[in-house]
């Protein structure tokens, strides 16, 4: 089983430039959603869909961007990066709590990103 | 206001002993799921345990336990015989549940650094 795919692990980007973080899950999981981590602030929510065709933002959705076109996949942009966007990203899925699981979370791998 | 507070920023344990890592939370909906999860260096996040709020024991698998005391609102992951490998972030997390009013997305502390003393 794949689980939760998330690409590219690192990725170096200068100030103002764009880039794309893939999320794909193999699981039918109509929860997904994306975060990042800082040291000290644990894990914040960018934004989450509930199902293809449905996102919204998190706690932190500034200076990013998603979509949700199929089940399987949740990619997040960023538009024009900032040094201040420079974190570890996790990609997770779960299934929508009384839908048949506990809305326990799988996580990517996570994606280290570092804006100069 | 934080939802979930784990007032450890570090632990210190010696190996064989147990450790409780401490997480309160801070909920008016009467259904809610309490997770914890692992982080070890590698960065990966694992799932630990998860505790329901009308579930009547406390949560176990295998050495980790959860100490769910509902009228305190905590919900204190219990590690026994800790090992080396244990050495990692945790993390505890809370999911309101939609039905009774709440977002169901997931809320995450901001963790607790463990460390495993041979």
């Known amino acids: 089983n794949a689980g939760v795919t998330q690409t590219p692990k690192f990725q170096v980007l200068k100030t103002g430039q764009s880039m794309t973080l893939q999320c794909a899950q193999d699981?039918?999981?109509?929860?997904m959603s994306w975060y990042r981590q800082d040291p000290g602030m644990g894990l914040r929510l960018i934004h989450y869909s509930v199902g293809a065709g449905i996102t919204d933002q998190g706690e932190v959705p500034n200076g990013y961007n998603v979509s949700r076109s199929t089940t399987e996949d949740f990619p997040l942009r960023l538009l024009s990066a900032a040094p201040s966007q420079t974190s570890v990203y996790f990609c997770?899925?779960?299934?929508?709590?009384?839908?048949?699981?506990?809305?326990?979370?799988?996580f990517g791998e996570g994606s280290r990103l570092t804006v100069l | 206001a934080q939802k979930i507070t784990q007032t450890q920023p570090g632990m210190f344990v010696q190996e064989k002993e147990a450790v409780t890592l401490d997480c309160t939370y801070d909920?008016?909906?009467?259904?809610?799921?309490l997770f914890w999860y692992k982080q070890p260096s590698s960065g990966e996040m694992i799932f630990l345990i998860y505790?329901?709020?009308?579930?009547?024991q406390n949560a176990t698998e295998g050495r980790y336990s959860l100490n769910f005391q509902k009228a305190r609102k905590s919900a204190n992951l219990v590690i026994s015989a800790s090992q080396l490998g244990d050495s990692a972030m945790y993390f505890c997390?809370?999911?309101?549940?939609?039905?009774?009013?709440?977002?169901?997305?997931?809320?995450f502390g901001r963790g607790t650094s463990l460390i495993v003393h041979p």
């Open positions: 997770a899925s779960s299934l929508l709590y009384g839908t048949g699981g506990t809305g326990e979370l799988f």
């Open positions: 699981m039918n999981h109509e929860y």
């Open positions: 505790q329901g709020s009308y579930d009547q």
């Open positions: 997390a809370m999911r309101e549940d939609a039905a009774s009013g709440g977002s169901y997305i997931p809320t």
């Open positions: 909920t008016s909906d009467p259904s809610y799921g």
